[in-house]
C-alpha cells in the first residue's frame, strides 16, 4: 500500500465515510470531531501499521515525560 496516496484520498472523503473508516481500524465508533481528526488517526495507524509501533520502552519514556510536564503546569 502506498501510505501517502492513501492519506490524500482520506483527506477528499465526507465526515461519514472517515467515520466508518476509523472504526475499521480502531475498532471503536466515536463522533463529535472534524475530518482532519480522523484523518490523522487514521493516517498514524497506517504509518504504525506498515513500520510498526514505538518500543515499550520508549512509549514508557514518553509517558514519564508527559506525566512530569503536565505536574508543572
Do not use: H, W
Amino acid at each position: 500500500m502506498d501510505i501517502e496516496s492513501e492519506i490524500e484520498r482520506l483527506k477528499t472523503l465526507p465526515l461519514k465515510e472517515l467515520q466508518r473508516v476509523y472504526y475499521d481500524y480502531y475498532n471503536v465508533k466515536v463522533k463529535g470531531f472534524c475530518c482532519s481528526y480522523y484523518v490523522n488517526k487514521i493516517a498514524y495507524r497506517l504509518q504504525e501499521l506498515e513500520y510498526g509501533s514505538l518500543p515499550s520502552d520508549v512509549k514508557n519514556i514518553l509517558l514519564k515525560i508527559k506525566s512530569r510536564t503536565s505536574k508543572q503546569t
